[in-house]
């Protein structure tokens, strides 16, 4: 079965947990038993680079990246933009096409506002939800980057690990570089690719990842970043058309 990492349609959906002590949630099972896998290189810098993943409940930033699109899931080449500043919090998409869809998701501790522009629209149309976003929920980005360390955990065994360091967005970045070795399998290779890179800000926030060589490759890559989150940051595209209209 395919894993698919970019999460944009089910962004609600997401429940995964920060990492905790040196860990991340594990979507699969944790009984997985990696003997059988030949003998990764240098697995002891994945293990070093869980230890970066800190929870960013409560952080504060503005990131936007230039993200590659995903034809798994529709969407076309363009931009992300997430910020944080709790309780509030903000994803935004933006086709890189001319006349291509957008959409916003704006929220605090009352609610989501939801916001689309449908292909060859001129505008957003916005409606408040009863939905409450939290870190969990809105960091897109994130929740790629621990389903990609999770199955790079399961499938150590095909890879070989590298760490450097990138200026990214003005930031300097750590990373971790994993490529994978004439072991992996078609279904490895089908779900991690043949190369990833991860590059963290020194808060922990991802800037950086890309994954080549997989059914479904990622590229989102920080352009702008600060930790100073301006009070527009959450301003709506639209006015609210109809308050109150959320899932039941």
Known sequence: MKTRFISLVTVFAFTAAACSSGGVANNSDDSFDPTPLPRG???ELLVAFLDRLAP?????F??????GGSADIGLDAGTLKIAQRPPQYKTAYVSGSADGPAFTFIGDADGTAVCNRPASSAGFTCLQTSLI????TQLVTLN????VVDELRRLQGYFKFSESTREIAGVETSCLV???TDAITD???DIVGT???LCLAPDGIPLLLEISGASNPISARATEFTTDVPDSAFDLPAPIADAGVGPS
């Open 187 to 189: 279904e490895a290779r």
């Open 56 to 60: 960013v409940g409560d952080a504060v």
């Open 133 to 136: 976003m939290t870190e969990t």
């Open 144 to 147: 790629d980057l621990l389903g």
């Open 178 to 180: 994993a490529e994978a």
């Open 62 to 67: 503005e990131t936007k990246y230039d993200f």
């Open 195 to 197: 190369r990833a890179e």
């Open 41 to 43: 290189e240098n697995t």
